[in-house]
Each structure stands twice: as structure tokens, then as C-alpha cells.
T-cell receptor, first 114, second 111 residues
Framework: EAEVAQSPRYKITEKSQAVAFWCDPI?????LYWYRQILGQGPELLVQ????????DSQLPKDRFSAERLKGVDSTLKIQPAELGDSAMYLC????????????FGEGSRLTVL | RKEVEQDPGPFNVPEGATVAFNCTYS??????FFWYRQDCRKEPKLLMS???SGNEDGRFTAQLNRASQYISLLIRDSKLSDSATYLC????????????FGQGTELSVKP
């Protein structure tokens, strides 16, 4: 079982509805990432946090996606409104302070938009 | 052109075979390279880092060719348990801890 906790594991929603995912990283990990992985593709970075600050959100569709990490610990990723093309696995990862190249991923939240 | 490109496979090999995966990256200034492994319906996990001098971990050997901008992973004496998707990962220059993942190469080792 992954040490990075994510919920829900599965979410089915209808298009135009709002959906939220939660992530609790490994204790002490300052850097937190949200990735999206479409079936058959590699993970794509959506947003990267260093503590509570956004470091990179260049690939986050900001018209419908938002992410926060208010206290620099757990994080929430929200989609509103959801679209059919948002169906994917949303993976949260965390890493130690200082770059080592090792990200610790959660088991992911699989989203299906109908 | 994608930042990181891999042959998606699948590679179907018998147990005991040697198999090699290649990956190319577009940013010649990239400094750090990695291979991650992702089992079916599981999260990715770091398999090994790739150093300029090449590195080996048991049956796995990773190499970097900066001139050609490609990275390779060699698996010797394949085991059934090696069946997974292997993701090539690059850290672009001046982007902190950002990692760019390739689409992955699927390996299936058969008895």
C-alpha cells in the first residue's frame, strides 16, 4: 500500500458536475505533485507545490481545474465543471526537500466522466 | 515533438530473454534521467536513476547517450515479474523537481 494517501479511489460523475480529489503526502515531504494519466499514456504534470506555494501550474487547465495546499501538508484538486475528456487517473506524488528524482506516488483516483 | 518519446510496445519476450528499451528526449540541456516502473493498475515507482557513466543494478542496466539524446534500459534474464510498463523520465533544466514522463513501454514476459 502506498504511503501517499489519496481519496476517493474511484469516482464516476456526469459531465458538468464538480469533483474533488484529496491527497495526503508522506509526512515531512515538502514537495507535492498532481499528475494526470490517461490510459496508455505517461503521467502528465498538472501542478507542483513547494510547501503551500505553487511552483508550476503551467499545464493546469485553469478555467476548470484548481488546486490548493493551504497549510503545506495535504492538498485538494478540484474540477468544475467536469468534461468527458477529464476521464483519467489522477495521481498525487510527494518528494523530499531537495531534488533526488524519486517521487512517491499514491494509488491514484480514477475518474470516469459520463 | 514530445519532450520524451518511447516506443510504446508491447514487447513480448520469453523468460530468460534480454530486452532493451530506448527513449529520446528533446531538451539537450536536461540533466537528470530516470526509469520508473508501473505495474498494471498501480502507481509508478522509481526503478533506477541514469548516470552519464551508465549504471547497473542486478539484471538492469541503464545508459545515457547525451550526444544522441537517448536513454536506454537493458533487462537481462527476464523474469515473469518484470512484466510492467517502463517509463522514461527526464528532469528539464532549471525546473526544480519537475519530471517529464514518457508514454511508457509495455513489457510482457511469457513462460
Amino acid at each position: 500500500e502506498a504511503e501517499v494517501a489519496q481519496s476517493p479511489r474511484y469516482k464516476i460523475t456526469e459531465k458538468s458536475q464538480a469533483v474533488a480529489f484529496w491527497c495526503d503526502p508522506i509526512s515531512g515531504h515538502a514537495t507535492l505533485y498532481w499528475y494526470r494519466q490517461i490510459l496508455g499514456q505517461g503521467p502528465e504534470l498538472l501542478v507542483q507545490f513547494q510547501d503551500e506555494s505553487v511552483v508550476d501550474d503551467s499545464q493546469l487547465p485553469k478555467d476548470r481545474f484548481s488546486a490548493e495546499r493551504l497549510k503545506g501538508v495535504d492538498s485538494t484538486l478540484k474540477i468544475q465543471p467536469a468534461e468527458l475528456g477529464d476521464s483519467a487517473m489522477y495521481l498525487c506524488a510527494s518528494s523530499f526537500q531537495g531534488f533526488t528524482g524519486e517521487l512517491f506516488f499514491g494509488e491514484g483516483s480514477r475518474l470516469t466522466v459520463l | 515533438r514530445k519532450e520524451v518519446e518511447q516506443d510504446p510496445g508491447p514487447f513480448n519476450v520469453p523468460e530468460g530473454a534480454t530486452v532493451a528499451f530506448n527513449c529520446t528526449y528533446s531538451n539537450s540541456a536536461s540533466q537528470s534521467f530516470f526509469w520508473y516502473r508501473q505495474d498494471c493498475r498501480k502507481e509508478p515507482k522509481l526503478l533506477m536513476s541514469v548516470y552519464s557513466s551508465g549504471n547497473e543494478d542486478g539484471r538492469f542496466t541503464a545508459q545515457l547517450n547525451r550526444a544522441s539524446q537517448y536513454i536506454s534500459l537493458l533487462i537481462r534474464d527476464s523474469k515473469l515479474s518484470d512484466s510492467a510498463t517502463y517509463l522514461c523520465v527526464v528532469n528539464p533544466p532549471r525546473q526544480g523537481g519537475k519530471l517529464i514522463f514518457g508514454q511508457g513501454t509495455e513489457l510482457s514476459v511469457k513462460p
